[in-house]
């Protein structure tokens, strides 16, 4: 059984975690938790949502609904952590469930049929979604955390390729673009 696409998800998956981990890893507990203002969440219950949503959609998938009756979703976005340690164990809880999960797949599951809330998805479908919003979170956590940095006068660590440095990194791969129609 061939993996390409189930392995092509596991890489993207991995990209978003150590993104939002590393983002994270640069500010200090104090900052993970304040929002940038009353209306959006902080980064501790950003973690919080993504990590239960992950662990909801994939402990069972192909056997359960995606949505749990155990999940509470609304407690997701309330900051309760004791510490740090906290925070940490409720990402990994759902990230360790996703990696577990995508472990067991193949590329003949892809066209298997799953349910979130009731509704019917290939796992294909399952897993754009939940890949869009891992990502759609983890780029939340990286600007909140850019952000704060700046605002507290902390050292950022590019977790990319950094401003004007594209063609350095490029060249450091050993990688020289090629003019194509729109550079000719």
């Known amino acids: ?3 390409t696409l189930i392995q092509g998800f596991e ?3 991995r990209k978003h975690r150590r993104y939002a981990e590393e983002a994270a890893g640069q500010l ?3 900052l993970l938790r ?3 203002d009353p209306e959006t969440n902080s980064i501790a219950v950003i973690m919080k949502h993504l990590g239960g949503n992950l662990r909801s959609r994939w402990t069972d998938a192909l056997t359960s609904d995606g949505e749990k009756a ?3 979703r609304d407690a ?5 952590f004791a510490d740090r340690a ?3 164990a409720a990402w990994r809880a759902g990230w360790d469930v996703l990696e577990q999960s995508l472990a067991t797949f193949t590329d003949a599951d892809l066209g298997k049929t799953l349910k979130i809330r009731g509704e019917a998805h290939t796992l294909a479908l399952a897993l754009t979604r939940s890949l869009a919003h891992a990502a759609y979170h983890t780029g939340q956590i990286v600007m909140i955390a850019r952000a704060l940095a700046s605002k507290h006068g902390l050292e950022w660590k590019v977790l990319t390729i950094a401003r004007g440095q594209s063609r350095a990194f490029n060249a ?3 990688y020289t673009p090629t003019a194509g129609a729109a550079g000719a």
């Open 1 to 3: 059984m061939t993996r």
């Open 11 to 13: 890489v993207e998956f």
């Open 28 to 30: 200090p507990w104090a």
């Open 34 to 36: 304040l929002p940038m």
């Open 70 to 72: 155990w999940r509470n």
């Open 76 to 80: 997701e976005f309330v900051d309760d």
């Open 86 to 88: 906290a925070m940490e």
């Open 172 to 174: 450091g791969l050993g």
